[in-house]
Structure formats: structure tokens, C-alpha cells
């Protein structure tokens, strides 16, 4: 389930707010990477070819790059 929903409702709370405060634009980009990478590996483990799609289009929405590094979960490590 996605982080980002708790985020928000984290934001109106000491804690949230120092931790809204205190995290960049990278850290916030890599963790929304890390969401959608998530996503698409446990429509993978499903077997939902359909949700695949639908994370693979938003992923091409928020960053080409990103749907090369989705494809790459198909390959296996460089040694």
C-alpha cells in the first residue's frame, strides 16, 4: 500500500511536520520510485499483466527512465 496517503495524514503532527521539514526532493523522488517499482513487482507476482500496464504507464508519465529500470527486472544481474 502506498506511503502516501500516511505522509499527508503524518503531516499534521509533530513528527510528520520535522519529517516533512527535514526530507529533500531527492529523497521524496527515490521513495515515489521505489512505490511504483513496488507496485509493479507485486502486480508481476500476481500475474496481473493489466496492473502492470497501468503502473508501466504512469511510470512513462513520471519518468521515462523509470520504465527502463522495470524492464530490467527481467534480466539478470551483470556479474
Known amino acids: 500500500m502506498s506511503t502516501i496517503l500516511f505522509d499527508a ?3 499534521v503532527t509533530e ?7 527535514s526530507t529533500t526532493v531527492a ?6 520510485a521505489a512505490q511504483i517499482i513496488d507496485d509493479y513487482l507485486a502486480a ?3 500475474g496481473r499483466i493489466d496492473v502492470m ?3 508501466r504507464d ?3 508519465a513520471v519518468d521515462p527512465d523509470l520504465v ?3 524492464d ?3 534480466y539478470p544481474a551483470a556479474a
Open 9 to 11: 495524514d503524518a503531516g
Open 15 to 21: 513528527l510528520g511536520v520535522k519529517r516533512r521539514a
Open 27 to 32: 529523497e521524496a523522488s527515490d521513495a515515489y
Open 44 to 46: 508481476r507476482n500476481e
Open 53 to 55: 500496464q497501468l503502473v
Open 58 to 60: 504512469h511510470a512513462q
Open 68 to 70: 527502463v529500470e522495470l
Open 72 to 74: 530490467g527486472f527481467d
